[in-house]
């Protein structure tokens, strides 16, 4: 069946780095893009950005431009989002979640299960 | 950037009683909406996108409408697998603001 497998895990001290992975299968992987939206505890869900699958162009949200890349390997039907500079305000659960086009402008119809990076010294 | 504001924060509502749960946008996003219903411990779910398309497999119980930059999800007779958290989220230019959420909870 359609399903994205993220990694697992993860705690981080503050000012690291934490990259996630999201495996995909179950369809054509570079027919689709692919989002990475966090949630921390008891709040609603943040977008951080986008990635093409089909050619790499990724597009990242104003609050994260400058500390987070996300990048995928076709070859492994993966994506992949690196998130720098940790601090404990990053802890959260990380998705990634399939666009229902290869375009941006679309919503999404698949999700991973979640990959929770706590922050903390 | 683009801007949801979503209501109510929570509802209280019962078995059969139509609901309904409100997003505006701060600008226009056209018709790029869509409508998440998420469980604790769970992924959000696809309910709808392009303001009223329902995602196979969701009830027709469920249906979407906008006028200008003001969405509304409407739940015609609430059942119990109904009482979860609803998002509303925009995905127009290159961005995918999510509204702050609308708990449905049992009266």
């Known amino acids: 069946q359609v399903q994205l497998v993220q990694s697992g895990g993860e705690v981080k001290k503050p000012g690291a780095s934490v990259k996630v992975s999201c495996r995909a299968s179950g369809y054509t992987f570079t027919n689709y893009g692919i989002s990475w939206v966090r949630q921390a505890p008891g709040q609603g869900p943040e977008w951080m950005g986008w990635i093409s699958v089909y050619n790499g162009d990724a597009f990242y949200g104003e609050k994260f431009r400058d500390r987070v890349t996300m990048t995928r390997d076709t070859s492994a039907d993966a994506a992949y989002m690196e998130l720098g500079g940790l601090s404990p305000d990053d802890t959260a659960l990380y998705y990634c979640a399939r666009v229902r086009s290869g375009s941006t402008d679309d919503a999404l119809d698949i999700w991973g299960q979640g990959t929770l990076i706590t922050v903390s010294s | 950037d683009i801007q949801m504001t979503q209501s109510p924060s929570t509802l209280s509502a019962s078995v059969g009683d139509r609901v309904t749960i409100s997003c505006r946008a701060s600008?226009?996003?056209?018709?790029?909406l869509a409508w998440y219903q998420q469980k604790p411990g769970k992924a959000p779910k696809l309910l709808m996108y392009d303001v009223s398309t329902l995602q196979p497999g969701v009830p027709s119980r469920f249906s979407g409408s906008e006028s200008e930059t003001e969405f509304t999800l409407t739940i015609s007779s609430l059942q119990p697998d109904d009482f979860a958290t609803y998002y509303c989220?925009?995905?127009?230019?290159?961005?995918?603001?999510f509204g702050q959420g609308t708990r449905v909870e049992i009266k």
């Open positions: 989220q925009q995905y127009s230019t290159y961005s995918g603001t």
């Open positions: 600008q226009n996003i056209r018709s790029w």
